[in-house]
């Protein structure tokens, strides 16, 4: 009975097969017969089918198939159990982590050189034309098969892995770099190289990585900070500072001045850069001043200002180098007196008194007020040791900033007195 209930049934899907095939007409085709690999699977080969009004369309949609399904065998092995479980293996000291999403691996593996590469003339493609006679309308059916062993199918994934590595390398040598480069110019370069980096990756994990450290090389220009270190009469040196470390840049300020010329502003030996200019054209008694501006990237300027008195050179005592201020405690706390200290160079052998010492330092509203009453004699370098006393101030030790001030010497033996003004860095121990 039940053989008999078999056999009707394959009678009658033989009758509906026939009816199809009765309705349709094979008008045209590439072979006098099928090829015999049709509708059989093989292990080293991709078969597709297709049908469309036009053969180019039907074969177009074939190779559409094949390259999807050579992408699909690629992702599948690159997210299968061994590397979808946030597996870490070790490669030349770097760790690859390889996430299991499956869609977006298989977006990566599409951009392989190789799957590009894929045509239709490496292909054995057999096709029909055909004419549904019913509807007195024809069509293309194509079949193709595909060369694509298992050997392929490894070097493939290969590819995958190795692109894939090169990438999280890249990554992991800008961040190694974050916290040792001395150019400028390189945080542009490491915002540059980690934007399409972050575009790549497609895992949260490392995607995540990439920001963030984008994120931290976009915060260094704001750290970036310009030091000055010296201020003669003629020349100023300063230097570019970044966590603690000397920085340099090829970029050109621009200037802003009143009446120096020849300005000229170059790197030196050390990490410095050093400013020199003529000030023949400098009145005495008007305030010279010379401010650089250096647009270094992310919307950041960095300013570099300073002033000098022409007079100088006319003064038995020039102030020069640097302000050293220390802030005196009790314990923990703070207290409003400062020792300090500053240079000043005699051109003459006589004996002078340093009456009065003022000056401002840039970012405190409350100025250095003294009278030192300091005996200094002889030609060459001496050292100025002051105290004084400022309220309500919180120092940073380490911080170097600009002094604006003026120094009052009495000569010992004409009772005259002059005040030279001065524009010094000023540097808290």
């Known amino acids: 009975m039940k053989t008999k209930n078999l056999l009707l049934i394959f009678g009658l899907l033989l009758c509906s097969v026939s009816a199809v095939f009765a309705q349709e007409k094979i008008v045209e085709r590439s072979a006098s017969r099928a090829p015999k690999w049709l509708g059989i699977a ?42 979808s479980t946030d597996r870490q293996t070790s490669h030349n000291n770097s ?68 692109q894939d590595r090169e990438q999280y390398d890249k990554y992991l040598t800008l961040k190694d770099r974050f916290d040792k480069f001395t150019s400028i110019e390189e945080i542009g370069r490491a915002l540059n190289d980690l934007r399409p980096l972050a575009n790549y990756f497609f895992d949260s994990r490392r995607h995540d990585e990439v920001v963030a450290l984008r994120r931290n090389y976009e915060r260094l220009y704001s750290a970036i900070s310009i ?28 200037i802003k001045k009143q009446y120096a010329t020849n300005i000229v502003v170059q790197p030196v030996e050390g990490g410095y850069y050093m400013v020199t200019y003529d000030y023949d054209q400098c009145l005495d008694d008007d305030e010279n001043t010379i401010e650089l501006l250096y647009r270094i990237g992310g919307g950041h300027t960095l300013k570099h200002h300073f002033a000098f008195d022409v007079s100088q050179g006319k003064t038995v005592v020039i102030p020069f180098g640097q302000i050293e201020i220390v802030p005196q405690k009790e314990g923990d706390d703070e207290l409003p007196l400062i020792n300090g200290s500053m240079n000043l160079r005699s051109k003459y052998e006589e004996e002078f008194t340093v009456e009065e010492l003022r000056f401002s330092i840039s970012g405190f509203s409350q100025p250095v007020e003294c009278a030192p009453q300091t005996k200094i004699s002889g030609k060459g370098d001496h050292r100025l040791n002051f105290t004084a006393t400022i309220e309500n101030t919180k120092w940073t030790p380490g911080k170097s900033t600009m002094a604006y001030g003026s120094v009052v010497v009495r000569n010992k033996r004409s009772g005259k007195t002059s005040e030279v003004k001065f524009s010094l860095p000023c540097l808290v121990r």
């Open 95 to 162: 760790t690859d982590v390889f996430r299991g999403y499956t869609s977006e691996v298989k977006t990566v593996a599409a951009k392989l050189p190789f799957i590009a590469n894929i045509s239709s003339s490496d292909a054995e493609i057999y096709w029909e034309r055909r004419l549904i006679k019913k509807e007195k309308k024809y069509y293309y059916i194509v079949h193709m098969r595909y060369p694509f062993s298992q050997a392929q199918r490894d070097e493939l994934i290969a590819q995958f892995l190795k």
């Open 227 to 254: 030091v000055p270190y010296s201020n003669e009469l003629g020349c100023n040196f300063f230097y570019f500072q970044l966590d603690g470390r000397m920085m340099q840049t090829s970029v050109e300020p621009i």
């Open 42 to 83: 093989q292990s080293d080969y991709v078969i597709a089918s297709a049908q469309a009004e036009t053969l180019d369309e039907a074969q177009d949609k074939c190779m559409n198939d094949i390259r999807q399904s050579i992408i699909n065998g690629v992702s599948f092995n690159i997210c299968s159990e061994e590397t």
